[in-house]
């Protein structure tokens, strides 16, 4: 190749890099942009106070971080409100976690929610529209496996899907169902299917750690 075409090669290559920079330019700037409100806003925002967290799996008491979530209640006129988000246990690394002054039926509920969230979006299996948690109020609750009723607070994962079900307080069955859904248990199977699986890999990760802390302690074998 002659110096002239090297010339005009290394023109037009210079030109597609000056063109695709300044494409890029106002992509830089928007992101920029928005880096530098979402630091003032989380500057503004108050740092979150130590509570004291127990642990349902160890029974170890913590202190850790109130990071605040927001529910949506559709069961009163109040409006929105706020828990504390479950922080993960320093002792086993359980998340099943609760403030020590907190409903636990009512973290109870969580757990499960998003021990069945995480198992299905390992799956790439789309639950619904990324609406915050709902608040549905008190509802009536069957377990179908001894047959008890109870009432548990009505959390859905979103507004239009249905209602998680409630482990059962008697035999901690999570094949429950609202009483009024009891003529479309059918529809329910999925759900219970998915998160025994959910609840089933969370004790297998739970043994295969205990296994590893093991091997860790006596130097392996």
Not at 65 to 77: G, I, L, T
Not at 181 to 190: G, I, L, M, P
Request: aromatic share 10%; proline share 6%.
């Amino acid at each position: 190749m002659t110096r002239k075409k090297l010339k005009v090669s290394e023109f037009f290559s210079n030109v597609g890099t000056a063109l695709a920079f300044i494409w890029m330019l106002p992509m830089f700037v928007v992101k920029g942009v928005q880096e530098h409100f979402e630091k003032k806003r989380e500057a503004k925002q108050p740092k979150p106070e130590p509570i004291k967290f127990v642990c349902s799996e160890c029974g170890e008491t913590f202190e850790s971080d109130n990071v605040e979530k927001e529910m949506r209640d559709h069961a009163s006129s109040n409006g929105d409100y706020t828990y504390s988000k479950p922080q993960p246990c320093p002792k086993c690394g359980g998340i099943r976690t609760r403030p020590t002054e907190s409903d636990k039926a009512f973290y109870q509920r969580l757990w499960d929610m998003e021990e069945t969230a995480t198992f299905i979006s390992h799956l790439w299996i789309n639950w619904g529209s990324n609406d915050s948690t709902v608040d549905k109020g008190k509802q009536e609750f069957k377990c179908t496996q001894c047959g008890t009723t109870f009432s548990a607070i009505d959390i859905r994962p979103h507004p239009y899907s249905a209602s998680l079900p409630s482990r059962c307080p008697h035999c901690q069955s999570v094949r429950t169902l609202p009483t009024s859904e009891e003529k479309q248990a059918h529809r329910y199977e999925s759900i219970w299917l998915v998160m025994e699986l959910a609840e089933k890999e969370r004790k297998e990760s739970k043994t295969e750690k205990q296994y590893v802390d093991l091997r860790r302690i006596f130097g392996g074998f």
